[in-house]
T-cell receptor
Framework: DAGVIQSPRHEVTEMGQEVTLRCKPI?????LFWYRQTMMRGLELLIY????????DSGMPEDRFSAKMPNASFSTLKIQPSEPRDSAVYFC???????????FGAGTRLSVL | QQPVQSPQAVILREGEDAVINCSSS?????VHWYRQKHGEAPIFLMI?????EQKGHDKISASFNEKKQQSSLYLTASQLSYSGTYFC????????????FGAGTRLFVKA
């Protein structure tokens, strides 16, 4: 299996621009998670989906952030408009079933100038 | 609520042992342990489930005290490859099946 695939690996953008991060989970996994990692705040859960339905988005920092999962093999995290404080590494992870191992993608390093 | 990890950082010589602790203020169903090397994604090490079931890594062990809501990760005869940041992630009995990660413990093994 190819594992969780994220794109792009690196994104540099200017403040105010829209940013879209993409994730392809492992086939057969029914849970998908979006995390943000910074030195100050560690690994924060932003939102997670079960069977393509958003279950908990309480970690989404504000309305500028939105996430979708139109089908079982694709999810996006969008930031509009982006701000310098959004600079971080964003990870996507998936797993099969509850209470099980999560597999992380390689992450997207976002820099907002 | 984020679990608390201790210590924040550890420096070891190759062959020495280390223990990393993780505690939660909430009742737990499971505890997960991951290791992350600089610039890479977290990699699964161990999962401990309420009731005692354990899935894990052959070089690393862990314990889960459900009553105390604590878990410990034991690294024995450390190798240079053990260096990295270790995260515990906890899942509670309520609030959905989401994993909340601690702030991490940085481990450095030197020759």
């Amino acid at each position: 299996d190819a594992g969780v695939i994220q794109s792009p690996r690196h994104e540099v953008t200017e403040m105010g621009q829209e940013v879209t991060l993409r994730c392809k989970p492992i086939s057969g996994h029914d849970y998908l998670f979006w995390y943000r990692q910074t030195m100050m705040r560690g690994l924060e859960l932003l939102i997670y989906f079960n069977n393509n339905v958003p279950i908990d988005d309480s970690g989404m920092p504000e309305d500028r952030f939105s996430a979708k999962m139109p089908n079982a093999s694709f999810s996006t995290l969008k930031i509009q408009p982006s701000e310098p404080r959004d600079s971080a590494v964003y990870f996507c992870a998936s797993r099969r079933g509850a209470k099980n191992i999560q597999y992380f993608g390689a992450g997207t390093r976002l820099s907002v100038l | 609520q984020q679990p608390v990890q201790s210590p924040q950082a550890v420096i070891l010589r190759e062959g020495e042992d280390a223990v990393i602790n993780c505690s939660s203020s909430k009742a737990l169903y499971s505890v997960h342990w991951y290791r992350q090397k600089h610039g890479e994604a977290p990699i699964f090490l161990m999962i401990l489930l309420k009731g005692g079931e354990q899935k894990g890594h052959d070089k690393i062990s862990a314990s889960f005290n459900e009553k105390k809501q604590q878990s410990s990760l034991y690294l024995t005869a450390s190798q240079l490859s053990y260096s990295g940041t270790y995260f515990c992630g906890t899942e509670g009995n309520t609030g959905g099946f989401k994993t909340i990660f601690g702030a991490g413990t940085r481990l450095f093994v030197k020759a």
